[in-house]
């Protein structure tokens, strides 16, 4: 499907704080560059029959104000769009509302930096029982999606893509990404063991059997 270890060595994963109105925040930040114009990235991530070919099905109203919804996981508003640049959006689950951003920028070698940014308040006994990899490990598994995508790859098949998360190499690969995850973690601040075990945990949740 894609080389593990290059698209694990592609991403670049931090870890922070922010203070909002309603308490401090944490924010989990991916981006890589891909070989891509920006426009064709801006395209990827914006277009709802694009968006299907290497991420989930989406329906809604996709601009300024609209409301989205992500088949069987979160749906929002769209609260901000500068295209092609940016656009932000809540990102609401299971009754929670957090926040993504995701930026695009021409890099001066050619091609695009896409960078993803996810803020949330947290409950703090369930960061420490997984830490950033809890949303972490599943958008390194979207940017493999997207990855494929604008290498010109067929379109993701969702039932494909799952027998892929629980194959050998799928394991592998967040196994890797939960690895990058605590790295990340520490150099935030957290203590070493206690991110390693969050990874563990986080791994070993990802990997469960269905």
């Known amino acids: 499907m894609i ?6 060595n592609a991403v670049r ?4 704080k922010r203070v909002l109105d309603a308490g401090e925040a944490r924010i989990v930040t991916v981006s890589q560059t891909y070989e891509a114009s920006i426009d064709d990235v801006w395209d990827a991530c914006t277009n709802a029959e694009g968006i299907p070919r ?6 809604g109203d996709l601009r300024l104000g609209g409301h989205y919804q992500l088949e069987g996981n979160a ?5 901000r769009c500068d295209p092609p640049k940016s656009f932000a959006a809540t990102w609401e ?14 890099e001066p070698e050619g091609g695009t930096r896409f960078e993803l940014e996810h803020t949330a308040h947290v409950d703090e ?4 029982e997984f830490g950033p990899g809890a949303v972490g490990v599943g958008w390194d598994m979207g940017l493999v999606g997207l990855a494929l995508h604008l290498s010109g ?6 039932q494909e893509g799952a027998a892929w998360a629980a194959s050998e190499e799928g394991k592998r690969f967040i196994s890797l990404s939960s690895r990058q995850w605590c790295d990340a973690s520490v150099a935030a601040g957290t203590d070493e063991a206690d991110a390693q075990a969050a990874a563990d945990r986080t791994t070993a949740a990802y ?4």
């Open 125 to 128: 006994e369930r960061w420490a």
């Open 3 to 8: 080389d593990v270890t290059h698209q694990i």
């Open 153 to 158: 790859a067929d379109a993701v098949d969702p």
């Open 13 to 16: 994963r931090h870890v922070g």
């Open 93 to 106: 689950y299971g009754g929670d509302v957090s926040w993504i951003e995701v930026r695009l920028s021409a």
């Open 54 to 59: 290497w991420f989930m099905p989406i329906s």
């Open 207 to 210: 990997t469960a059997p269905m």
């Open 75 to 79: 749906g929002g508003t769209v609260e």
